[in-house]
């Protein structure tokens, strides 16, 4: 298979394991979001597929080829990888178009200027072919450097939070021009992050990491719908947690049952809401201690027997002080303790 394979892939520096048993594909030409919090071991995946480390333990493919196992490691300019770093990392000295033309040494030097006009076309900044990187804006800085990594036609691209130092109107704007690009080079592409937004709107596929583990890996609405773990549901928004003993085949919050068919009565377990599968009607045994503006929805916090939980709902929605609250079971997941 070609694309990006990690299996069973372990990296400790000293005595701490940064990563510890890592599997996950990423298929070709699809784009898969590393997410994450900070430390999670997110660039430690990317150091190592691009060859600048060495595994402990495992095995890394590329293309379908052995790239990095226990002592080997096919040096990183053997293995045909683009990277976009958070910085950029342009060529301050060296014009867009020359340095979209840097990592084309094998061509000719007519070929090599006209592929690297193509690809600044392809991210939309022909025009800016002669100006230097001081002359151009953050996004389009990521947009050259997106178009240099993709002109030598790479087995896979990999960016390092290539959204987190835009505002937020560019971000979107960017992130949605950098798939368009992805998406029509047909490059495989993992990305890191620590949004959960940014994976959700950008990728093919999530792999969501804490402390070096995989916790789920999947397509963005399966994991979204489907938590395998409390954490897996927590990196993808804001949940609500409710930990309990199941009868009837249900946890009982102080919001109202969640389904736990799949646990045995009599056991101790977890319940999780997600805050937009809360939905509130006026008047109701449940207080409303907050309503504050969030986007495009309100986040209310709500209060009932000593517990305060948080639910998105649709903004401007006339609440009152109390409301009764009713729980989407396409938001609620039970776990075992
Ligand atoms: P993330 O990219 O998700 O923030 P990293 O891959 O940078 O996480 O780091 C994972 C873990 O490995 C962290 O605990 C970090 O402190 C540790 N780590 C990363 N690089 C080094 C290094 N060169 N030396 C020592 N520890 C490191």
Redesign the pocket.
Known sequence: MNGVKLRNVRRS??K?P??DDVSFTAPEGQVVA?L????????????LIAGLEAVDAGEIHLGGARVSSVGFMLPTEARRIGMVFQDYSLFPHLTAGANVAFGLDKLGRATRDETALHWLDRVGLKHRAGAYPHELSGGEQQRVALARALAPKPHAILL?EPFSGLDASLRAELRDATLATLGEAHTTTLF?T?DAEDALQAADRLVI?KS?HVLQEGPPREVYDAPASVDAAAALGPINIFKGVIKNGAIDTPFGPVAAKHLPNGSQATAVVRAEALTLSPGGGARVAALRPHGAHDLARIESQGATWRALTPARQPLGDTVSVEIQSAGAFAFSD
């Open positions: 520096y000293g701490t940064a990563l590393l994450g919090a900070s430390g999670s071991g997110k660039s430690t995946i990317l150091r390092d890191v620590h990491l070096g």
